[in-house]
T-cell receptor, first 113, second 117 residues
Framework: GDSVTQMEGPVTLSEEAFLTINCTYT??????LFWYVQYPGEGLQLLLK?????DKGSNKGFEATYRKETTSFHLEKGSVQVSDSAVYFC????????????FGAGTRLFVKA | DVKVTQSSRYLVKRTGEKVFLECVQD?????MFWYRQDPGLGLRLIYF???????EKGDIPEGYSVSREKKERFSLILESASTNQTSMYLC????????????????FGQGTRLTVV
């Protein structure tokens, strides 16, 4: 079935380090891909998205490219800040007789000053 | 600014109690969702609704029911709370989309952390 796999956390980085959070998916069709972020004590909010192969989503210095050939949507940021500490969820959304969103398990990021 | 509001941030209930979790959105969205979030399991869909008085089971509906009497409000009901329903519950809404428009994101509430003792 359709699924999303993220790298396990927690990920601990120092401020200004480079971030990569891996995400791969399995889908029978052509999904849209999303990264959501959940800051402590809050709900999820959309970080970025890509709707077709080779699209790059970007926001707040984060980027992810929809790679159909490797079924991946890895999240990257060149220089993380303490305020980026949060849980990051990769998700796919597709139509299979009805719309369905499938979330990954989430990756917790800690950024140290 | 879009807003999804869940009535409680924290709840503590006793085993066997009937529990209501309320969610209100002010965006006139047709679709509303209830998820639970557990460590290592991500978000799992409990129920969703695509219109007033309409509901569909998600992946883990057992032990839950829902009510959508008005477009802006979607309630999750635990008929008889059990300790394994201790979790973070997240409500979300999204506008409708045609088959070709799967890229619309969902908007989430801040979550309700429910503890059943």
């Amino acid at each position: 079935g359709d699924s999303v796999t993220q790298m396990e956390g927690p990920v601990t980085l120092s401020e200004e380090a480079f971030l990569t959070i891996n995400c791969t998916y399995t889908a029978t069709g052509y999904p849209s891909l999303f990264w959501y972020v959940q800051y402590p004590g809050e709900g999820l909010q959309l970080l970025l998205k890509a709707t077709k192969a080779d699209d790059k989503g970007s926001n707040k210095g984060f980027e992810a490219t929809y790679r159909k050939e490797t079924t991946s949507f890895h999240l990257e940021k060149g220089s993380v800040q303490v305020s980026d500490s949060a849980v990051y969820f990769c998700a796919l959304r597709m139509y299979t007789g009805g719309f369905k969103t499938i979330f990954g398990a989430g990756t917790r990021l800690f950024v140290k000053a | 600014d879009v807003k999804v509001t869940q009535s409680s941030r924290y709840l503590v209930k006793r085993t066997g109690e009937k529990v209501f979790l309320e969610c209100v959105q002010d965006m006139d969205h047709e679709n509303m969702f209830w998820y639970r979030q557990d460590p290592g399991l991500g978000l799992r869909l409990i129920y969703f609704s695509y219109d007033v008085k309409m509901k569909e089971k998600g992946d883990i509906p057992e032990g839950y029911s829902v009510s959508r009497e008005k477009k802006e409000r979607f309630s999750l009901i635990l008929e008889s709370a059990s300790t394994n329903q201790t979790s973070m519950y997240l409500c979300a809404s999204s506008p409708p989309q045609g088959r070709r428009h799967s890229h619309t994101e969902a908007f989430f509430g801040q979550g309700t952390r429910l503890t059943v003792v």
